[in-house]
C-alpha cells in the first residue's frame, strides 16, 4: 500500500512533470507527499576560486554561495508546495545536503516512505551543480520502490502514454476503490 510518496525534485521540467504525477497518484490513493530537494556535497568543489586569495574573502564566498543555493531550493519547494496546496494534499518538504543518491535514500528511509519519484535529468539538470542522481545507486540502497519518470519523446515529438495512477497503483498492489 503506499501511503507515503518522496519525491525528488529541483525545479527544472523534468522534475515537475515528476511532482504532478506525484500530486496525481497521491491524490487517487490519499497518500502523503513529502518534497525533497538535494544541494549535491560537492558544490564547494566546483567554484573557482584561485581570485580568492584571502581566508576571510573566501569564506564569505562560500557563506555566500551555499546561502543561495538554499534559497534555490526554497523557492523550488515553495512553487511544489503551492501547485500541491491547489490540490489540498498533505504535504511536507525538506532540504539535504549529500550524495544524491544516498540522500534521497536515507529521507525516504526516515519518513518511511513506501514509494520515491523522481524525475527526468534529460538536457537539463539542477543549477547549482549540473549533478545527475545514479538511479543505480539509488536502486540498490532505496528502502522501497523507485518511479523514475523518464521523458520519453519519440522521433516526431510524440510522446508515449504514461503510466495511468490506476496502472501504478495495480503493479503496486493497491485497490484505488478501497484503497488497500
Known sequence: MIKKILVATHGTEGAVRAELYAMQLAQALDADIHGLYVINKDWGSLVGIEWLHSSEKRMDFYRYAESELYRMAET?????????????????????????????????????????????????????????????????????????????????????????????????????????
Open 76 to 180: 523550488a519547494l515553495e512553487n511544489f508546495r503551492q501547485r500541491a496546496a491547489k490540490t489540498a494534499l498533505s504535504m511536507t518538504t525538506s532540504v539535504r545536503v549529500g550524495d544524491l543518491a544516498e540522500a534521497i535514500a536515507e529521507e525516504a528511509r526516515e519518513r518511511g516512505a513506501d514509494l520515491i519519484i523522481i524525475g527526468s535529468s534529460g538536457r537539463e539538470r539542477s543549477e547549482e551543480y549540473r549533478a545527475k542522481v545514479s538511479l543505480k545507486k539509488l536502486l540498490k540502497s532505496a528502502p522501497c520502490s523507485v518511479l523514475h519518470m523518464k521523458d520519453v519523446t519519440g522521433k516526431g515529438g510524440e510522446k508515449p502514454e504514461a503510466l495511468t495512477c490506476a496502472s501504478i497503483a495495480s503493479v503496486s498492489g493497491c485497490d484505488l476503490k478501497n484503497n488497500s
